[in-house]
């Protein structure tokens, strides 16, 4: 290979591509000479990364690149310009003459390890962690060590079994600090430390508390970076080795037999066994690439499994969250096995259900399809693709409707949550997605968090917030009514009154505009539009910002300087726009101020709607929707038609069918006989739930599939048992844009088929033989019909390969949108003069509360998946009422008394928890819920946004009657938010130099060693 072959590419492109939150080089080019051969490298990047690159194989043991140099281990030291130093924490200088294999750097080498070793106990062949990538089991046969000189020493502290999820033992802790780094920096939870000065240092939690009661979240990173097995997941301990699940007295006896061996033979014939055993887990284990299955932020990772059982899950490699990942992605995986999975389709009869074939059940679909069809027209069926399924899956859904049935009855669930977000973006900048990669967010100067409790509910984009916040100065305003995580981490918190979001935001827009403050240069020359917004917007001075919103006018002006002055702003948003009476309105209003203040098309700057679902924005890409097919290609639009024409040999039907909420009405209206619904908690998730089982109860013929008998497969006709993601193949699309493929980890648990295969079968009875054998052949098609899909193909997303939309035909993706045009003909954006829709249930006096709802970390929507993790349900067991300090003294609510709460919809019984992160008389009651009965939408109503008829959940008031009975805090003490973190800059390696017991490794090197290093962590570690 050439020396240049493995140099990056320094342009945008890879600095967006570079997988998790490495240092990039950012010096000019340079030349360092590495055993005696020039290679090309970055002033002032770590060395290590130029040895790495230049494929010298170098012991390095708390490296890693995602977590940047920790200068703890000391293993990979080398002769620098004739001194003995780290390469790690040394930063490359032009001219460097560096050498990795002298007689001081392998004594230093050797010594490094040797010390390492003192603190872990090396019983490799009954490890359940020797499965190839032991760092410490690698380095030892790296630097070809036989003995150990430093016996190992036990530290005097038990394990720490008190997380559901994982374990800490000290004894085999290596003191590295990759974990420590991991959780201040990379997951920013700030969790971990280690005690340096004490006597034997260990890893501490919350400064010294047990892992099950402290700040930490799960989020798995510690685990994932540790490079041995003192951080495990429990899933694997007893379980990935040949030999490691044998009784704890035999596993003992085996460690002493494997220690009292190495005496007399030396280290190497054990490590010759420990490699035999690891090569023969290939045999069992399992390791597959798959994608998250909960929310939009697309992690991706290998699964390990053995038949069905996962033994863990480890990211690395995706694109867009690297090592990164959060309770739910890391270990909320226990639902695919649960006893409730459906295993046989079920059919109703006489008011019950009984089992049935797969035969017979689909037969009676086609038969029934057909009858309602024949009697009552096609527009009589409607058909619900689901957000959690592939993008495949839910392009097979619209093809359905429109070719197999012939309606335009088509639609998603980005209908409660995002398709004002899109409306906003359609108006304004002309694509329904991200503008940018979460990269493109941590580049940004000001990030604003809107109606978005990012760290929840999308919690590994929100670390790279956190990140770019805490170490490279980025601002963050968080405008909330909340004060979650981000709120109060951030420089400035904003609480408006509920709902009056677009009336602050166009009155930033006018007095930017008043004051000469827009970005004339990028609006004369890429928006149109102006005259008309500005009249649009002439009513919202400051003052009338500040009386509406209840916001002070001076925040308002100071928050319209700090966008001006920011490098790049970065807007996210989420629920708590778009479930308003104007959601559409206040996206719209969003896009406008990004517009005005020139802050789309560079990195760092640019709209987030943060979508919800693992795929609920592939679902819309795909066409599920009433009036567009895949790749927002209006039904109307005669190319679009002639291309499906050609493809389907149907021809679309004009009209807009009904939406999500639409089917429900004309249901109830009597007009919708029909209902296909795949993989939705409809009953739960819509508003008004109450509402809902009218609609249900009076369809004809309800069809859902799902994994479990959900509540709202209590109302269905048939009920088919699906699959997940894990039981197949497939691609999701992520809040991104990010195009990502998923492989099959196990097989369909037996009775369940995956979704596109179903659709497949009713379609071939129904007379369209799609013949598709694999899902790559359902995105090639796509591809065909979809000119932002031009060049997505399976090939292209092999492994953790990804495309970010749109793709144009020789493969060429877009991460970074409107860098040169908007998405209209002419290339212009359009600041689209929208409208203040107030809401229209404040509290009044019957319904004297505000209640506000949305996701927690631990739990996913309605909680159908995450309550059957057993480690999640002893975190959160159940749904509860936040009550404010003021309304719980008011009213004599404790923790834990249960309440009910009244609206005009529907009442639900909870226990309150009461909590600063509320005010006021407004209430929290969390999205998830365990039991149905207490599900938050038998309280929200049926006003909506008038453009999507998103359901304005957001826009409900309430009454609290105060129950006698009283129960646990609903809240359980070993909830990480009871914890009490102990932020730090990282893992404070200077505190380990500053032990009198610490030298340089390698003896009579030592002290030049030490100088240098000395030297070299003046520059520091961080870029
Ligand atoms: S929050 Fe917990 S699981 Fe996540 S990195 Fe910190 S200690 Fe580890
Ligand atoms: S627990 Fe932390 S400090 Fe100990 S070996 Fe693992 S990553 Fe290193
Ligand atoms: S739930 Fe979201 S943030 Fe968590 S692992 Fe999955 S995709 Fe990542
Ligand atoms: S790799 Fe550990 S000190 Fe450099």
Same mark, same amino acid.
């Given at each position: 290979?050439?020396?240049?072959?493995?140099?990056?590419?320094?342009?945008?492109?890879?600095?967006?591509?570079?997988?998790?939150?490495?240092?990039?080089?950012?010096?000019?080019?340079?030349?360092?000479?590495?055993?005696?051969?020039?290679?090309?490298?970055?002033?002032?990047?770590?060395?290590?990364?130029?040895?790495?690159?230049?494929?010298?194989?170098?012991?390095?043991?708390? #490296?890693?690149?995602?977590?940047?140099?920790?200068?703890?281990?000391?293993?990979?030291?080398?002769?620098?310009?004739?001194?003995?130093?780290?390469?790690?924490?040394?930063?490359?200088?032009?001219?460097?003459?560096?050498?990795?294999?002298?007689?001081?750097?392998?004594?230093?080498?050797?010594?490094? %390890?040797?010390?390492?070793?003192?603190?872990?106990?090396?019983?490799?062949?009954?490890?359940?962690?020797?499965?190839?990538?032991?760092?410490?089991?690698?380095?030892?046969?790296?630097?070809?060590?036989?003995?150990?000189?430093?016996?190992?020493?036990?530290?005097?502290?038990?394990?720490?079994?008190?997380?559901?999820? #994982?374990?800490?033992?000290?004894?085999?802790?290596?003191?590295?600090?990759?974990?420590?780094?991991?959780?201040?920096?990379?997951?920013?939870?700030?969790?971990?430390?280690?005690?340096?000065?004490?006597?034997?240092?260990?890893?501490?939690?919350?400064?010294?508390?047990?892992?099950?009661?402290?700040?930490?979240?799960?989020?798995?990173?510690?685990?994932?970076?540790?490079?041995?097995?003192?951080?495990?997941?429990?899933?694997?301990?007893?379980?990935?080795?040949?030999?490691?699940?044998?009784?704890?007295?035999?596993?003992?006896?085996?460690?002493?037999?494997?220690?009292?061996?190495?005496?007399?033979?030396?280290?190497?014939?054990?490590?010759?066994?420990?490699?035999?055993?690891?090569?023969?887990?290939?045999?069992?284990?399992?390791?597959?690439?798959?994608?998250?299955?909960?929310?939009?932020?697309?992690?991706?990772?290998?699964?390990?499994?053995?038949?069905?059982?996962?033994?863990?899950?480890?990211?690395?490699?995706?694109?867009?969250?690297?090592?990164?990942?959060?309770?739910?992605?890391?270990?909320?995986?226990?639902?695919?096995?649960?006893?409730?999975?459906?295993?046989?389709?079920?059919?109703?009869?006489?008011?019950?259900?009984?089992?049935?074939?797969?035969?017979?059940?689909?037969?009676?679909?086609?038969?029934?399809?057909?009858?309602?069809?024949?009697?009552?027209?096609?527009?009589?069926?409607?058909?619900?693709?689901?957000?959690?399924?592939?993008?495949?899956?839910?392009?097979?859904?619209?093809?359905?409707?429109?070719?197999?049935?012939?309606?335009?009855?088509?639609?998603?669930?980005?209908?409660?949550?995002?398709?004002?977000?899109?409306?906003?973006?359609?108006?304004?900048?002309?694509?329904?997605?991200?503008?940018?990669?979460?990269?493109?967010?941590?580049?940004?100067?000001?990030?604003?968090?809107?109606?978005?409790?990012?760290?929840?509910?999308?919690?590994?984009?929100?670390?790279?917030?956190?990140?770019?916040?805490?170490?490279?100065?980025?601002?963050?305003?968080?405008?909330?009514?909340?004060?979650?995580?981000?709120?109060?981490?951030?420089?400035?918190?904003?609480?408006?009154?509920?709902?009056?979001?677009?009336?602050?935001?166009?009155?930033?827009?006018? #007095?930017?505009?008043?004051?000469?403050?827009?970005?004339?240069?990028?609006?004369?020359?890429?928006?149109?539009?102006?005259?008309?917004?500005?009249?649009?917007?002439?009513?919202?001075?400051?003052?009338?910002?500040?009386?509406?919103?209840?916001?002070?006018?001076?925040?308002?002006?100071?928050?319209?300087?700090?966008?001006?002055?920011?490098?790049?702003?970065?807007?996210?948003?989420?629920?708590?726009?778009?479930?308003?009476?104007?959601?559409?309105?206040?996206?719209?209003?969003?896009?406008?101020?990004?517009?005005?203040?020139?802050?789309?098309?560079?990195?760092?700057?640019?709209?987030?709607?943060?979508?919800?679902?693992?795929?609920?924005?592939?679902?819309?890409?795909?066409?599920?929707?009433?009036?567009?097919?895949?790749? #927002?290609?209006?039904?109307?639009?005669?190319?679009?038609?002639?291309?499906?024409?050609?493809?389907?040999?149907?021809?679309?039907?004009?009209?807009?069918?009904?939406?999500?909420?639409?089917?429900?009405?004309?249901?109830?209206?009597?007009?919708?006989?029909?209902?296909?619904?795949?993989?939705?908690?409809?009953?739960?998730?819509?508003?008004?739930?109450?509402?809902?089982?009218?609609?249900?109860?009076?369809?004809?013929?309800?069809?859902?599939?799902?994994?479990?008998?959900?509540?709202?497969?209590?109302?269905?006709?048939?009920?088919?048992?699906?699959?997940?993601?894990?039981?197949?193949?497939?691609?999701?699309?992520?809040?991104?844009?990010?195009?990502?493929?998923? %492989?099959?980890?196990?097989?369909?648990?037996?009775?369940?088929?995956?979704?596109?295969?179903?659709?497949?079968?009713?379609?071939?009875?129904?007379?369209?033989?799609?013949? %598709?054998?694999?899902?790559?052949?359902?995105?090639?098609?796509?591809?065909?019909?979809?000119?932002?899909?031009?060049?997505?193909?399976?090939?292209?997303?092999?492994?953790?390969?990804?495309?970010?939309?749109?793709?144009?035909?020789?493969?060429?993706?877009?991460?970074?949108?409107?860098?040169?045009?908007?998405?209209?003909?002419?290339?212009?954006?359009?600041?689209?003069?929208?409208?203040?829709?107030?809401?229209?249930?404040?509290?009044?006096?019957?319904?004297?509360?505000?209640?506000?709802?949305?996701?927690?970390?631990?739990?996913?929507?309605?909680?159908?998946?995450?309550?059957?993790?057993?480690?999640?349900?002893?975190?959160?067991?159940?749904?509860?009422?936040?009550?404010?300090?003021?309304?719980?003294?008011?009213?004599?609510?404790?923790?834990?008394?249960?309440?009910?709460?009244?609206?005009?919809?529907?009442?639900?019984?909870?226990?309150?928890?009461?909590?600063?992160?509320?005010?006021?008389?407004?209430?929290?009651?969390?999205?998830?819920?365990?039991?149905?009965?207490?599900?938050?939408?038998?309280?929200?109503?049926?006003?909506?946004?008038?453009?999507?008829?998103?359901?304005? %959940?957001?826009?409900?008031?309430?009454?609290?009657?105060?129950?006698?009975?009283?129960?646990?805090?609903?809240?359980?003490?070993?909830?990480?938010?009871?914890?009490?973190?102990?932020?730090?800059?990282?893992?404070?390696?200077?505190?380990?130099?500053?032990?009198?017991?610490?030298?340089?490794?390698?003896?009579?090197?030592?002290?030049?060693?030490?100088?240098?290093?000395?030297?070299?962590?003046?520059?520091?570690?961080?870029?």
């Amino acid at each position: 290979m050439a020396q240049t072959d493995f140099l990056p590419q320094a342009d945008d492109a890879r600095l967006r591509s570079r997988v998790g939150p490495a240092r990039l080089p950012t010096g000019p080019e340079t030349t360092v000479v590495i055993d005696g051969a020039p290679f090309q490298a970055w002033e002032g990047e770590p060395l290590i990364d130029a040895v790495n690159r230049a494929q010298i194989k170098l012991a390095q043991v708390c #490296y890693h690149p995602q977590l940047g140099p920790l200068q703890t281990c000391d293993t990979c030291a080398v002769e620098i310009d004739g001194v003995v130093g780290r390469a790690c924490g040394t930063r490359v200088a032009p001219g460097m003459t560096v050498r990795t294999q002298t007689l001081a750097a392998r004594a230093a080498q050797r010594d490094a %390890y040797d010390r390492i070793v003192g603190n872990h106990d090396l019983y490799c062949t009954v490890c359940d962690n020797n499965n190839g990538n032991c760092v410490v089991h690698n380095t030892l046969g790296l630097l070809g060590i036989d003995h150990q000189t430093r016996p190992f020493q036990p530290k005097g502290y038990g394990k720490d079994e008190s997380n559901p999820f #994982y374990r800490y033992d000290p004894d085999q802790c290596i003191l590295c600090g990759r974990c420590v780094e991991a959780c201040q920096n990379v997951q920013v939870n700030e969790t971990l430390s280690i005690d340096w000065e004490s006597g034997q240092p260990r890893v501490l939690w919350d400064g010294g508390a047990p892992i099950g009661e402290s700040s930490c979240v799960s989020c798995g990173h510690c685990i994932t970076v540790c490079p041995c097995n003192a951080l495990m997941e429990k899933s694997m301990i007893g379980e990935a080795g040949l030999f490691t699940g044998i009784p704890l007295p035999v596993w003992n006896a085996s460690i002493d037999l494997v220690k009292g061996t190495e005496g007399a033979a030396g280290l190497k014939p054990i490590m010759n066994v420990s490699e035999i055993e690891s090569a023969g887990r290939e045999g069992y284990i399992r390791k597959t690439k798959t994608v998250c299955t909960y929310c939009g932020v697309g992690c991706a990772f290998e699964v390990w499994t053995k038949d069905r059982h996962i033994l863990k899950v480890e990211p690395g490699q995706g694109p867009a969250n690297g090592i990164s990942t959060c309770v739910k992605g890391k270990f909320g995986w226990d639902y695919v096995n649960s006893d409730e999975r459906l295993t046989t389709p079920l059919i109703r009869e006489g008011g019950r259900f009984r089992e049935a074939s797969w035969d017979e059940a689909l037969d009676l679909i086609a038969r029934r399809f057909t009858e309602i069809r024949g009697q009552h027209g096609p527009d009589a069926l409607a058909f619900i693709a689901s957000s959690k399924a592939t993008n495949e899956e839910a392009f097979l859904v619209q093809k359905f409707a429109r070719q197999v049935i012939g309606t335009n009855n088509v639609d998603n669930c980005s209908r409660y949550c995002q398709s004002p977000a899109t409306q906003g973006l359609m108006r304004t900048v002309g694509y329904g997605g991200d503008s940018g990669t979460i990269h493109d967010i941590e580049n940004a100067g000001l990030v604003i968090t809107v109606g978005s409790n990012t760290a929840e509910s999308h919690p590994v984009l929100a670390t790279r917030v956190k990140r770019a916040h805490k170490l490279a100065g980025q601002k963050l305003v968080v405008v909330d009514i909340r004060e979650h995580e981000m709120a109060s981490r951030a420089d400035v918190f904003l609480r408006p009154r509920p709902g009056t979001d677009f009336v602050w935001l166009s009155a930033i827009s006018k #007095y930017i505009l008043d004051h000469g403050l827009e970005a004339r240069e990028f609006l004369q020359g890429r928006v149109s539009g102006l005259d008309e917004f500005r009249r649009s917007i002439e009513g919202y001075t400051l003052e009338y910002a500040a009386e509406e919103t209840g916001l002070a006018r001076e925040d308002l002006e100071k928050l319209a300087h700090t966008i001006v002055e920011a490098s790049g702003t970065c807007i996210l948003w989420a629920m708590g726009v778009t479930q308003q009476c104007g959601g559409s309105d206040t996206s719209t209003a969003i896009s406008n101020l990004l517009l005005v203040t020139g802050n789309y098309g560079r990195t760092g700057t640019g709209a987030y709607p943060l979508r919800g679902h693992n795929n609920v924005q592939g679902a819309s890409d795909m066409g599920a929707m009433p009036d567009q097919t895949a790749g #927002y290609r209006k039904v109307t639009d005669p190319l679009n038609v002639q291309t499906h024409e050609r493809e389907w040999g149907v021809t679309l039907r004009p009209e807009r069918g009904l939406d999500n909420t639409q089917m429900i009405d004309a249901a109830v209206a009597g007009r919708l006989k029909s209902l296909w619904l795949t993989g939705e908690e409809m009953g739960l998730t819509d508003a008004d739930a109450n509402h809902l089982v009218r609609g249900y109860e009076a369809l004809e013929f309800f069809v859902v599939q799902d994994l479990y008998f959900t509540y709202t497969a209590r109302f269905a006709d048939v009920v088919l048992p699906a699959s997940p993601a894990l039981e197949k193949e497939g691609t999701f699309t992520s809040t991104e844009r990010r195009i990502q493929r998923l %492989y099959r980890a196990m097989e369909p648990l037996r009775g369940t088929r995956p979704d596109w295969q179903v659709y497949t079968a009713v379609a071939k009875r129904l007379g369209h033989d799609w013949g %598709y054998t694999h899902p790559s052949e359902i995105m090639d098609e796509v591809a065909r019909l979809a000119p932002i899909f031009a060049g997505v193909n399976y090939g292209r997303l092999e492994g953790f390969k990804s495309l970010v939309w749109p793709v144009d035909e020789g493969g060429t993706d877009t991460p970074l949108l409107y860098t040169e045009r908007f998405n209209f003909p002419d290339g212009r954006a359009r600041l689209f003069p929208a409208e203040y829709q107030p809401r229209q249930h404040a509290p009044n006096a019957e319904f004297d509360l505000h209640l506000n709802s949305g996701r927690m970390l631990e739990h996913f929507h309605e909680g159908n998946m995450t309550f059957k993790v057993a480690g999640i349900a002893e975190k959160v067991p159940d749904s509860f009422v936040e009550l404010s300090p003021e309304l719980a003294a008011e009213r004599r609510v404790t923790s834990g008394q249960y309440v009910r709460l009244v609206s005009e919809s529907g009442a639900v019984r909870l226990r309150a928890l009461i909590t600063g992160r509320v005010s006021g008389n407004e209430v929290y009651v969390p999205m998830n819920s365990a039991r149905s009965e207490n599900a938050v939408n038998h309280l929200t109503g049926q006003n909506r946004d008038p453009v999507t008829h998103t359901p304005a %959940y957001k826009d409900t008031r309430v009454r609290l009657e105060v129950l006698p009975e009283s129960g646990p805090n609903p809240l359980p003490k070993t909830n990480p938010r009871y914890g009490h973190p102990t932020p730090q800059g990282g893992v404070e390696v200077e505190r380990k130099w500053q032990r009198p017991d610490y030298v340089f490794p390698g003896g009579e090197l030592a002290l030049l060693g030490d100088s240098l290093n000395r030297r070299v962590d003046g520059l520091g570690t961080d870029d």
